[in-house]
């Protein structure tokens, strides 16, 4: 699940897509299936939509501590900033998100709540839950189908014209490798006959690597663990229920910002993320009472990971290595955002809402302390690409049309296609991507 956030990325990002040989992903391309996916609340203008099957909203009753980040970050000569999806995104402001905004307002538009639940009745579509693609079937160079398991019986699903693998960046990659398709040099050790070679597969893993500081606080009118929590809990429960506003429908993360860590830089290369809670590892750990966070990440990593295979087994997890902070440049500039981060946090209109600083991190003086914490606390945001890039170089694994190389009959439209991250947060983009590999197909 994401966390709900509308983010496209920076301009730059597409034209240095189509710059790498990715003809026809450049800004100027993208930005029209953008805007058809897009139902935004705003209404239609040159940057968005407002028929699409994808709702974005305005944040629901953001708490006054996000607006608190806001004001912080301008302390430090951050403009403000009212939209992050113009293809310029520098600043600071709150964040829209995927939700409905007509009579189920508040609810979260996923990519399922946008475009599959609402054709169920289509009698061209079979929906299998709990279903596990297990590989690809073949004649000869052409793809034909899937193999998966559903209930525990093996099954295999013809296609027609194509077969679209949009499993995603850790799973698609290990559907190929079991299929056959992938470097020799990653099958062999498994036994497996190579049926096509593709180096690429599996390469090029990026991922935003996560780092947070975090406040506890005294003030309540937040997300928290406590018995005043509890009673406010219920009664925004309550008026959710009834209206669709309240703060039940908060994604914890309502203020943002995508900042420079040098004034040479042409494009923001950090981005933030403000929750009204104390979020540490993803929630899994809890800390009673309430707070504030602020998460960090390097925009555009430089390190590269795999995706490669465990066992021979379609059920097994693949084995995953990101590699974070495996390239010297980015730890550098995971620091200045630390610091960055740090200062906006102890700026004059957050200092009625920090209590104490949690991590240890106000007594992060060197680089070195610096790079203790990164190390110790970091994680993934959950955004990993880039494992079956699209390009033309010899490491591409899908061309500019999605097809894959040296087979007939098989796309890839997920957001292992990306050849490099973009500047934000991975689910519109990956939307994007399906809008426009829906145009190829169709004109195929």
């Known amino acids: 699940l994401n966390a709900m956030l509308y983010v496209r990325g920076d301009r730059q990002d597409y034209d240095t897509w189509a710059a790498e040989g990715c003809h026809g992903w450049d800004w100027d391309s993208v930005l029209p299936y953008f805007r058809r996916a897009e139902n935004n609340e705003r209404g239609e203008d040159a940057y968005h939509g407002s028929s699409g099957p994808l709702h974005v909203s305005e944040p629901q009753e953001p708490r006054p501590m996000a607006h608190a980040f806001v004001e912080a970050?301008?302390?430090l000569q951050v403009r403000e900033r009212?939209?992050?999806?113009?293809?310029?995104?520098?600043?600071?402001?709150?964040y829209q998100v995927t939700q409905f905004h007509d009579e189920r307002n508040g609810e979260?538009?996923?990519?399922?709540?946008a475009y599959l639940f609402?054709?169920?009745d289509r009698p061209n579509l079979t929906v299998f839950t709990y279903a596990d693609c297990t590989g690809l079937t073949f004649e000869g160079a052409r793809v034909t189908g899937v193999k998966f398991r559903h209930k525990g019986q093996e099954q295999i699903a013809l296609a027609g014209r194509e077969v679209l693998l949009c499993a995603g960046a850790l799973k698609?990659?290990?559907i190929l490798q079991l299929s056959g398709i992938g470097d020799p040099e990653d099958?062999?050790?498994?036994g497996l006959e190579v049926r096509h070679a593709l180096p690429g597969v599996g390469k090029n893993l990026q991922d935003h690597?996560?780092?947070s500081l975090a406040y506890k606080s005294r003030d309540t009118d937040c997300a928290g663990l406590g018995f005043i929590g509890a009673l406010r809990l219920v009664r925004h429960l309550w008026r959710w229920r009834k209206n669709g506003v309240s703060m039940?429908?908060?994604?914890?993360?309502?203020?943002g910002a995508f900042l420079k860590t040098s004034p040479d830089l042409d494009r923001p290369d950090i981005q933030l993320h403000f929750a009204i809670a104390v979020i540490e590892n993803h929630a899994r750990t809890l800390h009673y009472g309430y707070g504030f966070s602020c998460h960090v990440c390097k925009l555009r990593p430089d390190s590269r990971g795999t995706v490669t295979l465990a066992s021979t087994d379609p059920l097994a997890t693949p084995a995953i290595d990101p590699a974070f902070l495996s390239d010297p440049r980015d730890l550098e500039t995971m620091i200045k955002g630390a610091r960055i981060t740090r200062d906006i946090l102890e700026a004059e209109p957050l200092a009625k809402y920090r209590h104490r600083e949690l991590f240890g991190t106000e007594k992060a003086r060197t680089d070195a302390d610096w790079e203790e914490h990164i190390r110790a606390r970091s994680d993934t945001i959950y955004h990993p690409v880039g494992t079956c890039k699209m390009g033309t170089d010899p490491m591409a694994v899908v061309d500019p049309a999605l097809r894959v190389y040296g087979l007939k009959g098989l796309r890839v439209v997920d957001a292992s296609i990306m050849p490099n991250l973009i500047s934000g947060n991975t689910n519109a983009p990956t939307i994007m991507i399906a809008e426009k590999a829906a145009d190829m197909i169709k004109a195929a």
Do not use: I, Y
């Open 187 to 190: 099958l062999k050790p498994h």
């Open 73 to 75: 970050a301008k302390c």
């Open 172 to 174: 698609t990659p290990q």
């Open 108 to 113: 979260r538009c996923s990519a399922a709540a």
């Open 248 to 255: 039940a429908a908060s994604t914890f993360v309502e203020s």
């Open 82 to 94: 009212q939209d992050f999806n113009t293809g310029e995104n520098e600043g600071c402001g709150l």
């Open 118 to 120: 609402p054709v169920m």
């Open 209 to 211: 690597l996560d780092f």
